[in-house]
């Protein structure tokens, strides 16, 4: 029987680099650790930032584009900058801000949906060309992981969630992610830990290869 794992949800979040964190909140700023994450290094900062879209609406009957600014506010940056700049949000909001953002794997981010970043207590903001996806549910694990599940680096399999609240279900589509710098973590966003009855923290197994 396959062991079981921790399932976490990922609420809304933003990853940066150095120069965009520079731009946004000054020459030498540096994240401050707020909470240590599950994975080994990663931690959620005390620096938020809000996001814009720029959308443009298209009126059904006379075919008129209006543009029209969306936002939303307070997403937490997670630490430590990395190498490109990454905001991670669900499809309710993707929907709630019109923009049609695509489900990616974390840093599959070419022609990902475009936003800006504004940091709220001193107006300064950047434009990104791309960058805003929907995480691609996962789970990270080591080699030693992969290798008692018989899975490898980016294979697709299915997953069965214990809910509490009843709502277990099977979730396909998951891509496995190996690295020695990982611990074992199924990751999920709010809108599938909603529909998974909103507990705080979950259990699942591999049940299939895929599904
Ligand atoms: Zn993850």
């Not at 936003?115 to 694990?141: Q, Y």
């Amino acid at each position: 029987m396959s062991k079981e794992f921790i399932v976490e949800t990922s609420a809304h979040h933003i990853h940066v680099t150095k120069e965009a964190l520079e731009t946004l909140f000054g020459k030498g700023y540096e994240l401050e650790v707020k909470k240590m994450l599950s994975q080994p290094g990663q931690f959620a900062s005390n620096s938020r930032l809000d996001v814009i879209y720029h959308a443009e609406i298209k009126d059904r009957v006379t075919g008129e584009v209006t543009k029209k600014d969306f936002s939303l506010k307070n997403l937490s940056i997670l630490g430590p900058v990395r190498k490109e700049n990454q905001v991670e949000i669900s499809l309710t909001e993707a929907r709630s801000i019109k923009a049609v953002v695509p489900i990616r794997e974390s840093g599959d981010i070419k022609g990902s949906c475009p936003c800006t970043l504004v940091n709220p207590l001193n107006g300064n903001s950047i434009d990104i060309k791309e960058g805003m996806i929907v995480a691609k549910r996962h789970i990270h694990m080591t080699e030693a992981d992969a290798k008692e599940y018989g899975v490898s680096n980016g294979d697709i399999v299915s997953v069965e969630i214990k809910s509490k609240n009843n709502r277990s279900a099977i979730l396909g589509d998951v891509v496995i992610r190996v690295s020695n710098s990982y611990a074992l973590a199924m990751h999920i966003d709010t809108d599938e830990a909603n529909a998974l009855g909103g507990d705080a923290s979950f259990t699942g197994k591999i049940v299939k290869s895929s599904l």
